[in-house]
């Protein structure tokens, strides 16, 4: 019963990752070829923008929060005092990141001037305040989630097709899953009381300074790591062009689907290595992790003569996709690293150390290039992108050479 259980959670999970990455790629051509490559592009800068404060409203609580509702499960009350202390933090949260996110979009003159965009974009939080995707975690009953964050997503693509017929419509693009996010919310939570009896209230002090002392270390290695994942969308908006954000943003969608086999293989095998700590295992899935990527970038690598058009037509240059599709076979191996070993293998400190290093070599290398003045290119953006993984990669490869060859001793 408890296996039936989590294969049917991972099948969940399996389909709702499988949406999460396709959809955006099956309306990237229309909402390109509609609202035009720049706008498209200022449109991809208000959903990055507004993704910083998603980072801030969840706070690490989607990880420390999962947790907590796993240990307390048969208590509905400390379940209520969980939830409320989450939502209570999360909802305070969303008020000052608002009010810094209205004061960064006065202002920047191109973010000014699309105020309404960015307003829309901001919907975009609903997601992190209000559905609790922790909760159903914890109490192991994903097939609410999967279900629902489908649902709002096939909807909005729907209505997007519908709706978007010219670049005036742009701000539709985002409100419309902001929508979307603040309907699952609410009918999340309402079936969280109807189904467990788990009720909101004012929360407490006590349960508040409880979910912060776990949530605040998470919640700084998320912010980290979001400026070397996500800063070069701003930077490539103002120094470069809106248009080859739009180019930056699909190399990035690319990697993601190209890393996703890697994930899969490693969520089957981490519960296994957590347990039995077997280097041999690790060896094995990391092979299947290298095969897999390195076959679908092999592909897509011939591939993209014919596929980038599709996404971009008119696409100029192939050169700077091309050297982006180092980042999954970099990415994959530093990610299979990160969980499989330093995570399964109780050496989690090191992870945050590896995130730090990364920062670090990613700031330097942007310094770098400011200062050679070569940031007014996308192609510096994307090497800086790639150098960034790759500095990762390096420093997580020292830590388990280091680490194994104290096993073996």
């Given amino acids: 019963m408890r296996n039936r259980q989590l294969l049917a959670n991972f099948s969940y999970i399996s389909a709702l ?9 099956l309306v990237y051509p229309y909402l390109v070829r509609v609202l035009g490559q720049e706008v498209y592009g200022l449109v991809i800068t208000a959903q990055v923008l507004a993704g910083y404060c998603s980072i801030a409203v969840d706070f690490g609580f989607r990880t420390v929060g999962a947790r907590s509702v796993a240990v307390y499960r048969d208590s509905p ?9 989450v939502c209570g933090v999360r909802l305070l949260v969303w008020f000052v990141a ?12 191109e973010y000014r001037a699309h105020t309404m965009l960015f307003l829309c974009a901001y919907t975009l939080t609903f997601n992190e305040l209000l559905f609790p995707q922790f909760f159903f975690q914890g109490m192991e009953n994903m097939r609410g989630v999967a279900i629902m964050n489908i649902a709002v997503r096939l909807v909005s693509v729907v209505l997007l097709f519908v709706l978007i017929h010219a670049p005036s419509d742009y701000v539709y693009a985002p409100l419309l899953m902001g929508i979307g996010y603040l309907l699952a919310g609410v009918a999340s939570l309402w079936y969280i009381g109807y189904r467990y009896g788990v009720r909101l209230h004012w929360p407490r002090r006590r349960y508040i300074r409880y979910m912060l002392h776990d949530a605040l270390p998470i919640f700084g290695t998320d912010a980290i790591c979001s400026v070397k994942d996500k800063f070069n969308y701003l930077l490539i908006g103002s120094w470069v062009s809106m248009e ?6 699909l190399g990035a969608r690319f990697t993601s689907l190209l890393v996703k086999p890697a994930g ?8 296994r290595l957590a347990a039995t700590q077997s280097l041999s295992l690790f060896r094995r899935g990391g092979v299947a992790v290298v095969g897999f990527t390195l076959l679908g970038t092999a592909a897509l690598f011939v591939l993209l003569p014919w596929i980038a058009p599709l996404f971009i037509p008119g696409l100029s240059s192939l050169l700077e996709l091309r050297i982006y599709m180092v980042a999954p076979l970099l990415l994959s191996v530093s990610g299979y690293l990160a969980s499989e070993f330093l995570i399964a293998f109780r050496y989690a400190r090191y992870l945050l150390w590896s995130i730090m290093v990364t920062t670090v070599g990613y700031l330097v290398g942007l310094l770098g290039g400011i200062g050679a003045g070569v ?17 990762e990669l390096i420093y997580r490869v020292y830590v388990y050479q280091k680490k194994t060859k104290a096993l073996w001793a």
């Fill in 17 to 25: 990752e499988a949406v999460v990455l396709l959809v955006p790629l």
């Fill in 77 to 85: 009350r400390v379940l209520s005092e969980l939830l409320s202390a």
């Fill in 98 to 109: 608002l009010g810094a996110y209205i004061g960064l979009v006065r202002l920047v003159p």
């Fill in 244 to 249: 080859w954000v739009v180019v930056y943003d």
């Fill in 264 to 271: 899969v293989v490693g969520t089957v095998l981490f519960p």
């Fill in 375 to 391: 940031h007014h290119s996308l192609l510096f953006f994307v090497l800086l992108c790639v150098g960034s993984y790759l500095v």
